[in-house]
Structure formats: C-alpha cells, structure tokens
C-alpha cells in the first residue's frame, strides 16, 4: 500500500515540476501575471518531494505545507548531499541556505491568496531545485 501511494506522489510531484517548467519557460514574457501560479507550483513539488522522502524512509504520510518542518524530517545525509546542488544553479552561497529556506517555508499557503498580503518573500528557484535534487533521491 504504500509503495502504490509512494509512485502516485511521485507521479504528482513530477507533474508539479512539469507545470514549473511550462510557466517558467514563459516567465519573463509576464511575470507579473504568471509569477505566482510558478511559485506555487514549485512550492507545492518542493513539498511534494519531501512528503516522498518521509513516506519512503517512515511507511507514513507527512502531514503540513511548512517546508521547514517537512525539511527536519528527512535524513541528514539527503540534506547534506542536497544543500550544494540547490545552492548551485541560483547561485546562493550555502550558507545562505537555512535562510531560504526559513523564508520560503510557508510559500504554498502564503502565496495561493497573496493578493491577501503585500510582503511575501520566496524564491521559485530556490523551490524548484529543492524539489528537483529532492526527487533524484
């Protein structure tokens, strides 16, 4: 049962970044317009990936949108090996990391209505290569 459930979040997480890719590749024709629907895509397949990892390592669904949270849950080799390659393609310094991801955290549910606030911060490059070098684990 949860080998099945496990391939069908991978089957969603790959949509999520399909989806990512699409916007993005249209992205500076309007950002304006269709940044949000990238930062939520990519916010949701960075959840997704990590949802999968926990899954795998636990035989239990995780729970939350906090990226943070779902982040303390996966095994610190994963995080370790994980840290540079997202750094990388920004480029971020990883030091930087921790701080990336304490803000873009909450980027699902903070940006799905952001409309509702005017000082939301994230980074959908930062969310689509966490969920990119999540998922070749």
């Not at 049962?1 to 991978?10: F, G, K, P, S, W």
């Amino acid at each position: 049962m949860v080998y099945i459930r496990n391939e069908r979040l991978e089957q969603c997480l790959d949509g999520f970044l399909m989806a990512c890719q699409v916007i993005k590749n249209d992205f500076e024709k309007s950002p304006s317009i269709i940044g949000t629907p990238l930062l939520v895509n990519a916010a949701f397949a960075a959840e997704l990936a990590l949802k999968r990892l926990i899954e795998r390592a636990t035989g239990k669904p995780a729970r939350g949108h906090k990226i943070r949270d779902l982040w303390g849950q996966i095994d610190p080799t994963v995080q370790a090996k994980v840290v540079p390659l997202v750094c990388a393609p920004i480029p971020l310094d990883v030091s930087r990391f921790d701080e990336y991801l304490d803000k873009c955290s909450n980027t699902f549910v903070e940006w799905r209505y952001m409309y509702e606030k005017s000082d939301n911060f994230s980074n959908y490059l930062f969310l689509m290569n966490l969920a990119i070098e999540l998922r070749r684990h």
